[in-house]
């Protein structure tokens, strides 16, 4: 079973930035490529970001030139820089990954708010 563990969420107001990170407790990333999604209250989860095992990136047209995904094999970690927030990006954060999308982070929250 392998376990992701998020990171990196909080309070902030809109413009500013945050780093998501993932860590996986094995190199899932690097072979299976990894995604973000967020949830937000009331709704359903949606796809975010995509990284795949060499590397191609897709954003969602929501976050598309505000959020950079990432990741280092080396560390087994996955990243989303989050720039320009805005309130509606307001959710909790999650991490995916596996052969068939099996492994899910815990969720983080992110609060876009004056």
């Known amino acids: 079973q392998v376990q992701l563990v998020e990171s990196g969420g909080g309070l902030v107001q809109p413009g500013g930035s945050l780093r998501l990170s993932c860590v996986a407790s094995a190199g899932i990333f690097a072979i299976y490529g990894a995604t973000w999604y967020r949830q937000a209250p009331g709704q359903q989860r949606e796809w975010v970001a995509l990284?795949?095992?060499?590397?191609?990136?897709n954003y969602a047209d929501s976050v598309k030139g505000r959020f950079t995904i990432s990741r280092d094999d080396a560390k087994t970690a996955l990243y989303l820089q989050m720039n320009s927030l805005k309130p509606e990006d307001t959710a909790v954060y999650y991490c995916n990954g596996g052969s068939e999308g099996q492994y899910w982070g815990q969720g983080t929250q992110v609060t876009v708010s004056s």
């Open positions: 990284i795949t095992s060499d590397y191609y990136t």
